[in-house]
Structures are given as structure tokens and as C-alpha cells.
Nanobody, 128 residues
Framework: QSHLVESGGGLVQPGGSLRLSCAASGGNLDLEAVGWFRQAPGKEREGVACIGSIYSRDAENVFYIDSVKGRFTITRDSVKNTVYLQMNNLKPEDTGVYYC?????????????????WGQGTQVTVSS
């Protein structure tokens, strides 16, 4: 399993954009589905988006929770072994620590993490 490192977070005003990166070492991220999760202050962690492995039927399959549809885009760069989460038109409710993971499953309306290990995450703060 790949070791994942999140980066790209920061402070941005409402309506602004950020691009988060999930870089993998020790494995080929193309072989795995990758999901982005976030945890807002005082709330449970939630799955935000995911992209299927390029070798599966889900290669073209991306998923977004309703609250980010049309604003967030998940993509992968096979050369850089990295998955990105482009976040546009950010809202204060998008504030939180964002994590990427490969050990998860799709569930109705979201993602469910398998196991309880997480990376360090990257902080996203949307505030004026």
C-alpha cells in the first residue's frame, strides 16, 4: 500500500480556489481508488470525493458528495503518482483538515474509511 502525503491547503477567501495534492510513495497510485476526506471543527470526518483505479471499471468513475458537486474536481497524474482535488468557489463550510486515502469503500451518499490510520492531512480554511 502506498504511503500518502497531503499538501496544498491554506487560507483562502470565500469564492477562492485551492488545489490539494495527494502524493504517493512506495506504490503505484494508478492501481488504487483514491478518496479525499475532510474533518471540519467539531464534526465527524466525511468522504468528499473519490476516483477509481485506472485499471478498473471505475477508471472513469468519479464521485462527489452533493455539497461539493460542480465546485470540486478530482483528477490523477500518473507520471507524478499524485491525485489532486481542485476546489473552486470555496465556502466557509469547506473549512477543515483534508486527508486522502486508498482504504475505503463507497457507501450510499459517501465514502467509508476502512481502518483508522490517517496521514497528517492538510488544513483548508475559508474565511474573509
Amino acid at each position: 500500500q502506498s504511503h500518502l502525503v497531503e499538501s496544498g491547503g491554506g487560507l483562502v477567501q470565500p469564492g477562492g480556489s485551492l488545489r490539494l495534492s495527494c502524493a504517493a510513495s512506495g506504490g503505484n497510485l494508478d492501481l488504487e481508488a483514491v478518496g479525499w476526506f475532510r474533518q471540519a471543527p467539531g464534526k465527524e470526518r466525511e468522504g468528499v470525493a473519490c476516483i477509481g483505479s485506472i485499471y478498473s471499471r471505475d477508471a472513469e468513475n468519479v464521485f462527489y458528495i452533493d455539497s461539493v458537486k460542480g465546485r470540486f474536481t478530482i483528477t490523477r497524474d500518473s507520471v507524478k503518482n499524485t491525485v489532486y482535488l481542485q476546489m473552486n468557489n470555496l465556502k466557509p463550510e469547506d473549512t477543515g483538515v483534508y486527508y486522502c486515502a486508498t482504504d475505503f469503500v463507497r457507501v450510499p451518499g459517501g465514502l467509508s474509511k476502512l481502518g483508522d490510520s490517517w496521514g497528517q492531512g492538510t488544513q483548508v480554511t475559508v474565511s474573509s
